[in-house]
């Protein structure tokens, strides 16, 4: 894989938001987009750059525009829309006056424009999932984000410990992300989306805020979401939650630059990162990684493979996109090829290697607390039931497929199709506690 040149504009970075459904209620909006447009201008909300000339587009042009593009994907005037539209436009208008970068590209409006389509495409990703099913996959993404971060690293814990810890953790960060949504986007305290729009607009922004990316010493720089993670699992100290509160803030006063500069800071923001690999663990991630790659190279998948390894490399998406280059969109359809095959590998092609590095394999009840996989166990049919049985018995599929009485491709597909019912078990548990 080659680098390739930068051409601009890019992608917007990754600070997708993603925030809780467990904290929706039914209040009422009662802050305008208007209104919100109003302290923008006037500079109220933090956002606007002194001494800047913008020559981009109207906010309100912009926001049309955009309320239109919901128009036409969706077929029809949907409620709501036009407050998320500014909301947008808000949002867009602020990133491209405050990044040097967009600014002297002289290409303003074509960076709002890739901005705007890009949040526009996220929030219609979320509208159509609906309520459950979008949050069924923001928690999902979320987890899989902090999963190996949960824990001290040299604390082993299983897979329904790790999955117990994350479900602690994400109820916190949820009710943070929905006072960065109030306050980013000046909305009264007691805000809550209502419409379906409204809501996809929400875990889009949850799913942004989780992603953004924090400075940190050495040039060096991390997801705020793993931060947070980080510092739940070691037990920060009030200065360290101080100080990632003040990490999200960077650059807006002298005094939050001189705060982030201070040796104190940055040994704590050094800890916060520092990590002890475990040789275990990394071997079987070592391995997990070299066969996926060898799937994905028998799959044909070579641009997935460049995917995986600038992944790897912890990446932001616009570093991505810069060195791919590719739009924001063509990203999208990558990350969801590249999703199909790693789920395929999971569960299907080295199920039992995966599931033994998340520490949720049959002896571990495929991740499962003993009453979770009573219940499960007892919504098999009696077929998927022996089934199982025989996998704990570490019976080969010839012998499965003897005392089934099918062929070898059936057991396969069976065995997936528990798999398949057990991830869907673990995530109707973790939606219930929403």
């Given at each position: 894989m080659n680098a390739k040149s930068t051409q601009p504009?890019?992608?917007?970075?990754?600070?997708?938001?993603?925030?809780?459904?467990?904290?929706?209620?039914?209040s009422t909006c009662t802050a305008s987009a208007e209104s919100s447009v109003t302290?923008?201008?006037?500079?109220?909300?933090?956002?606007?750059?002194?001494?800047?000339?913008?020559?981009?587009?109207?906010?309100?042009?912009?926001?049309?525009?955009?309320?239109?593009?919901?128009?036409?994907?969706?077929?029809?005037?949907?409620?709501?829309?036009?407050?998320?539209?500014?909301?947008?436009?808000?949002?867009?208008?602020?990133?491209?006056?405050?990044?040097?970068?967009?600014?002297?590209s002289g290409q303003i409006e074509s960076w709002q424009m890739t901005l705007a389509r890009h949040r526009i495409q996220k929030c219609l990703t979320y509208y159509r999932l609906g309520s459950r099913r979008g949050r069924v996959e923001l928690h999902s993404q979320l987890s899989a984000m902090v999963y190996r971060h949960i824990t001290h690293t040299r604390t082993y814990l299983g897979f329904q410990g790790r999955y117990n810890l994350i479900e602690d953790f994400l109820q916190g960060f949820y009710i943070e992300v929905l006072k960065?949504?109030?306050?980013?986007?000046?909305?009264?305290?007691?805000?809550?989306?209502?419409?379906?729009?409204?809501?996809?607009?929400?875990?889009?922004?949850?799913?942004?805020?989780?992603?953004?990316?924090?400075?940190?010493?050495?040039r060096r720089n991390q997801q705020l979401i793993v931060l947070r993670?980080?510092?739940?699992?070691?037990?920060?100290?009030?200065?360290?939650?101080?100080?990632?509160?003040?990490?999200?803030?960077?650059?807006?006063?002298?005094?939050?630059?001189?705060?982030?500069?201070?040796?104190?800071?940055?040994?704590?923001?050094?800890?916060?990162?520092?990590?002890?690999?475990?040789?275990?663990?990394?071997?079987?991630?070592?391995?997990?990684?070299?066969?996926l790659i060898d799937y994905l190279e028998e799959q044909g998948q070579s641009e997935c493979i460049d995917y995986l390894i600038l992944k790897l490399q912890d990446l932001s998406a616009s570093e991505i996109d810069d060195i791919l280059e590719m739009s924001p969109r063509q990203r999208d359809y990558?990350?969801?090829?590249?999703?199909?095959?790693?789920?395929k590998f999971a569960r299907s092609h080295r199920w039992q290697l995966v599931h033994q590095w998340l520490g949720a394999d049959l002896d571990q009840?495929?991740?499962?607390?003993?009453?979770?996989?009573?219940?499960?166990?007892?919504?098999?049919?009696?077929?998927?039931?022996?089934?199982?049985?025989?996998?704990?018995?570490?019976?080969?599929?010839?012998?499965?497929?003897?005392?089934?009485?099918?062929?070898?491709?059936?057991?396969?597909?069976?065995?997936?199709?528990v798999l398949d019912l057990a991830w869907q078990a673990r995530n109707d548990t973790a939606l219930s506690r929403l």
């Open positions: 504009p890019s992608s917007p970075n990754s600070q997708d938001i993603q925030t809780a459904p467990d904290t929706f209620t039914n302290a923008l201008s006037q500079g109220t909300t933090g956002y606007t750059e002194p001494n800047r000339t913008i020559e981009s587009l109207d906010i309100h042009r912009l926001a049309h525009t955009i309320q239109a593009e919901f128009q036409t994907e969706l077929g029809a005037s949907v409620a709501g829309a036009n407050a998320v539209a500014h909301r947008i436009a808000i949002e867009v208008s602020r990133i491209c006056a405050k990044s040097d970068r967009i600014q002297d960065a949504f109030r306050r980013e986007n000046n909305l009264p305290a007691h805000y809550s989306p209502r419409t379906r729009i409204e809501l996809a607009e929400y875990m889009a922004f949850s799913e942004q805020y989780a992603k953004r990316r924090i400075n940190l010493p050495a993670a980080q510092g739940f699992a070691s037990r920060q100290p009030p200065e360290a939650a101080v100080d990632m509160e003040a990490a999200v803030e960077t650059g807006r006063t002298e005094e939050a630059e001189a705060y982030g500069r201070s040796p104190l800071v940055q040994q704590v923001r050094e800890q916060m990162v520092a990590e002890v690999a475990d040789p275990t663990d990394s071997v079987l991630r070592d391995r997990i990684i070299r066969e990558l990350q969801q090829r590249f999703k199909y095959h790693v789920e009840n495929l991740g499962m607390s003993t009453q979770q996989w009573d219940t499960f166990l007892a919504q098999l049919t009696p077929e998927q039931q022996q089934l199982v049985q025989l996998k704990k018995e570490y019976a080969t599929d010839q012998a499965i497929a003897k005392a089934l009485q099918c062929t070898l491709k059936q057991v396969h597909k069976r065995w997936v199709k």
